[in-house]
C-alpha cells in the first residue's frame, strides 16, 4: 500500500482528489465540526439571505443556513452510497466467486440473474424498489447497493475465471483444500487490487443515484438533508435565490469528480492489464 501511495502523489492531480476525499471524510465522521448551524434550525432573518461572511451559502427558502445544511447533506450522501456500494461489494463478490469457481449451472443461474438486472436502468430499478418500501436511510442502501451487485458480480466472475485454472489454486486442490476455502484464501486475496477499483468508481455513481433520487422527491424525507434533496426543493427558486441549488450542486460535483480521479489513479497503479 505503501507503494501504491508512492505512486499516486507523483502526480498532483491525484494529491488534489486525495486532498478532497480526506476532507470529505473528516466532514462525514464530524459534521458539526464544519457546520456553524443546526442545519434544522429556521431563520426568518436568514430568509432566502444572499451569501454572505456569517452565511457563506446563504439562506434557504425556510431561513435555514445552506451551507451548515449542505455539510450534513454531505454526511448523509456519502453514508448512503459508501454503504450502498460496500453492500453491493459483499453480495457481487460472493456470488461472482461462486460463479467463476464453480461454473456450469451454478454460473448460468447467477449470470442470467445478473443479466436481467442490466435490463432495467438503475435509476429506474432504485426507484421501483424505493416506491416499493418507502424511502428511509436503510431502504435507500438496499435500493442502490442491489441496483451496483451485478457490476462487482460480472467483475469477480471474470477474475475468478482467470485465476481457478492458476497454479497456487491448482497446489490448493492438491493439498486438499475445499472450494469454499480456495475461493476465500487464495483467490480472493489476489482479486482485492480490482475490488478496491471497482469499490472506488462505483461509489461515485451510486452517490449520483442518491442525488438522482433525492432530486426526485424519493430519497430522505424533509428536512433532513441530503445534497439531491437539497437541489430538487431548490429548483423553484432557482431565479430569485439560485445560491440554494448551485452550492449543493457543485459539492455533488466535486466529490463525484474527485472519486472518479482516485478511481483512475488507483486502476493505474492497481490494475496489471493497464500497468502493462
Given amino acids: 500500500m505503501l507503494n501504491v501511495f508512492r505512486r499516486l502523489i507523483n502526480n498532483p492531480i491525484y494529491i488534489v482528489s486525495m486532498a478532497i476525499i480526506i476532507v470529505i471524510i473528516m466532514v462525514t465522521l464530524l ?7 443546526d442545519p434544522y434550525k429556521m431563520n426568518m432573518d436568514s430568509f432566502m439571505s444572499k451569501p454572505t461572511w456569517s452565511h457563506l451559502f446563504g439562506g434557504d427558502q425556510f431561513g435555514r443556513d445552506v451551507f451548515s445544511r449542505s455539510i450534513y447533506g454531505v454526511q448523509k450522501s456519502v453514508i448512503i452510497a459508501s454503504s450502498a456500494i460496500a453492500l453491493s461489494a459483499i453480495i457481487g463478490t460472493l456470488l461472482g466467486l ?3 469457481y464453480i461454473g456450469g449451472w451454478t454460473n448460468l443461474i447467477i449470470m442470467r440473474i445478473m443479466d436481467s438486472f442490466f435490463a432495467f436502468p438503475s435509476l429506474i430499478l432504485a426507484l421501483f424498489i424505493i416506491a416499493l418500501f418507502g424511502s428511509s436511510m436503510a431502504n435507500l442502501i438496499f435500493a442502490i447497493g442491489l441496483v451496483y451487485v451485478p ?3 460480472r467483475t469477480v466472475r471474470g477474475a475468478t475465471l482467470s485465476l481457478k485454472d492458476s497454479l497456487y489454486v491448482k497446489a490448493s486442490k492438491a493439498l486438499g483444500k475445499k472450494g469454499i ?3 476465500l484464501t487464495d483467490i480472493l486475496p489476489n482479486i482485492s487490487s480490482i475490488l478496491i477499483v471497482t ?3 462505483n461509489v461515485s455513481t451510486a452517490l449520483l443515484t442518491e442525488a438522482s433520487l433525492g ?3 424519493l430519497g430522505l424525507p424533509p428536512p433532513e438533508p441530503t445534497l439531491g434533496g437539497m437541489v430538487g426543493q431548490g429548483t423553484s427558486y432557482l431565479l430569485s435565490a439560485p445560491w440554494i441549488v448551485l452550492f449543493p450542486g457543485l459539492m455533488i460535483a466535486i466529490i463525484v469528480l474527485s472519486l472518479n480521479i482516485l478511481g483512475d489513479g488507483l486502476r ?3 490494475d496489471p492489464r493497464i500497468s502493462r
Avoid: Q
Fill in 31 to 37: 459534521p458539526g465540526l464544519f457546520a456553524p448551524y
Fill in 98 to 100: 461462486l460463479s467463476g
Fill in 151 to 153: 457490476i462487482f458480480a
Fill in 181 to 183: 476455502s480456495i475461493m
Fill in 199 to 201: 469499490f472506488t468508481t
Fill in 215 to 217: 432530486f426526485l422527491g
Fill in 268 to 270: 493505474d497503479v492497481l
